[in-house]
């Protein structure tokens, strides 16, 4: 297990010699001391960055040698998918099922992606008058930081590292200090594949310290940040208080899953949003936390809401068969279980679950939790819990739903679920966020852009519009004359 940080191709320990215990969440045992990366070690870093940006032997190599070098990263993520998988369920408390079946392969999945498209890109070429000629490229930005959470620490992190490294950039990445190891066992994977030296640094440690260091560096030239919208307001100021560098936003949501009375099978629709919700233990930005159902057919949806939750009993992460696995810290989930009680002393129902669980001592487990709640200002509404808490709230009609649906802050995600196509292109047109699904939940691809709205943010990951975001448009005019 990698703890230090990794810089310029090597491991170190903090340049202060200062460590942060990284938890377990299933069981809450400590299950390393990591490198607590502070100023010092992030100027390393990010003089490393540069300094490999400027040598040129990744930026400026053919694109087709920076594509193997991603896909062979790739590949010995797959090879090593057992031990990346335990360190990601470990740090996070994942089932191990999930860690295997969908962090890894989708994260490689990722790397791959941006390996595959980065020499199918081309540029363009200006229309001018015939004596000139007009060369429209792109080129990287030079060093990235990003700047991750803990929900899906691999999957985020590829997200940022594919488009940012396929396009010839340097990074230094600071994962979460609730999850730190996944990255680092990358980082040592990455110089295997061929990554040079001072590309790909990663720095460990806390928001406050590494994190706004980052933000800081006038060495850095853009941030790509995944969390919370808190932390993401203070990346843009460090930005204007430093040297104004580019700043994408992935923030959280409160995404509305609108069934509207004419949905074709309910149990299939009350099973998935039962896995948009549980999965992952709603620790994830675009979880369908929001029920806005139209009030035909709301007690039924309720009742099979019911019996979906039921199937999602809180057990240990390390058991093949566990669905519903452990919640990121203790703090965490007492900041979640404070929401919900707050939220029925105020006149919520609870209708399932609402406590605690504790199948692995020491950790931190939450029953799955319906509430009904139809004031729009109820915080348990109107705020991102992330935890097992789906929130119903009951429509009028088509034209309350929509209005329902929308009025809230965010706009990461949303679905409609009805059998007219006509109904559903023409909600799906009116809900204000960046991923509209109709019929489904959660179906994605490489292909297809990722990111928020509103208060959600403003970036995209995925696909080919992620790799645009991490270059800049060049123009070289030559004279024919
Ligand atoms: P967070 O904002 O607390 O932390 C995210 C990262 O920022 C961590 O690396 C943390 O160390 C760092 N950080 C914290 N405080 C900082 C500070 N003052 N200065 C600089 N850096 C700081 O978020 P979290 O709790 O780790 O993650 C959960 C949030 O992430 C949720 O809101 C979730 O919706 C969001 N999220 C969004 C997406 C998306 O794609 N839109 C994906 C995953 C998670």
Redesign the pocket.
Known sequence: MRTEAFIDGAFHPAADGRTFATVSSRDGSEIAQVARGDVADVDRAVTAARRAFDRGDWALADPAQRGRVLRRLAELMTDHLDDLAALESQDTGHPIGDARGVDVPNAARCLAWYGEAVDKVYGEIAPTAADALALIGREPLGVVGA??????PLI?TA?KLGPALAAGNSVVL?????SPLSALALAELAAEAGIPDGVLNVVP????E???A??RHDGVDKVA????????R??QV?AGESNGKAVS?????KSPQVVLADAADLQAVAEAIGWGIFYNAG?????GSRVVVQRAIADELVERLTGVAAGFVPADPRAPDTVLGAL?TAD?LDGVMGRVERAAAGGATILAGGERAEPVPGGSYMQPTLIAADDPADPIVAE?V?GPVLVIQTADDIEDAVRLANDTRYG?AAAVWTSDVRTAGRVARRLRAGTVWVNTFDASSMATP???MKD??H?R?RSLHALDAYTQLKTTWISLA
């Open positions: 700047v991750v959470p803990w929900n899906y985020v997200w600071k994962p979460a200090e609730q440690g806390l928001g406050e590494a994190g706004q980052i933000g940040f995944t969390g919370s919208v808190e932390v993401g203070r990346f460090y936003l992935e923030l959280g949501g620790q994830t930005c675009h979880a990121i965490h991102e992330f990461l990722f990111g928020g959600s943010g970036g990951d």
